[in-house]
T-cell receptor
Framework: DAGVIQSPRHEVTEMGQEVTLRCKPI?????LFWYRQTMMRGLELLIY????????DSGMPEDRFSAKMPNASFSTLKIQPSEPRDSAVYFC????????????FGSGTRLTVV | QKEVEQNSGPLSVPEGAIASLNCTYS??????FFWYRQYSGKSPELIMF????GDKEDGRFTAQLNKASQYVSLLIRDSQPSDSATYLC?????????????FGAGTRLAVHP
């Protein structure tokens, strides 16, 4: 299995630009999570999906962030417009055993907004 | 109070020693507890999970859970330089109305030869 695949690995963008992060979960996993990691705040859950349906988006910082999962093998996290404080590593994770079991994380996307 | 608390470290131990990493949590209803290892610049990797009070051993790793005291710990025996990483404690808990994994900020472990 290829694991959770994220793209791009690195993204540098200018403030105000739109950024789209992509994730392909492990085949057969019905839960998908988007996390953000910073030195100050650690690993924060932004949103998670179950069977392609968004369940809890309470961690999404503000309306500039949106996430979609059009099918079982693809999800996007979009930031529009981006701001320097959005700079972080964004991880996607998936699970086939529910919310409170171990997740498999992707390699992450390091986002830098200048 | 943070939901999951860890000492940020660094915890420095000599090669061959036992490294002890601790974590406390606030939600008494938490049922599942996990330890993840994260090397610098890499993604978190699950190394242990525990659901019941007591000890659970897996190779050089032992997870310990005490629900009454609301703490979980990870012992690494015969520590190796390759164990140098940040160790994240994750606890299932109710947050925002949903049961989810909540991560601590992590403890950085440095094993020196």
């Amino acid at each position: 299995d290829a694991g959770v695949i994220q793209s791009p690995r690195h993204e540098v963008t200018e403030m105000g630009q739109e950024v789209t992060l992509r994730c392909k979960p492990i085949s057969g996993h019905d839960y998908l999570f988007w996390y953000r990691q910073t030195m100050m705040r650690g690993l924060e859950l932004l949103i998670y999906f179950n069977n392609n349906v968004p369940i809890d988006d309470s961690g999404m910082p503000e309306d500039r962030f949106s996430a979609k999962m059009p099918n079982a093998s693809f999800s996007t996290l979009k930031i529009q417009p981006s701001e320097p404080r959005d700079s972080a590593v964004y991880f996607c994770a998936s699970s086939n055993r529910g919310l409170d079991y171990g997740y498999t994380f992707g390699s992450g996307t390091r986002l830098t907004v200048v | 109070q943070k939901e999951v608390e860890q000492n940020s470290g660094p915890l420095s131990v000599p090669e061959g020693a036992i490294a002890s990493l601790n974590c406390t949590y606030s939600d008494r209803g938490s049922q599942s507890f996990f330890w993840y290892r994260q090397y610098s610049g890499k993604s978190p990797e699950l190394i242990m999970f525990i659901y019941s009070n007591g000890d659970k051993e897996d190779g050089r790793f032992t997870a310990q859970l005490n629900k009454a005291s609301q703490y979980v710990s990870l012992l690494i025996r015969d520590s190796q330089p390759s164990d140098s990483a940040t160790y994240l404690c994750a606890v299932s808990g109710l947050s925002g109305g949903y049961n989810k994994l909540i991560f601590g900020a992590g403890t950085r472990l440095a094993v020196h030869p």
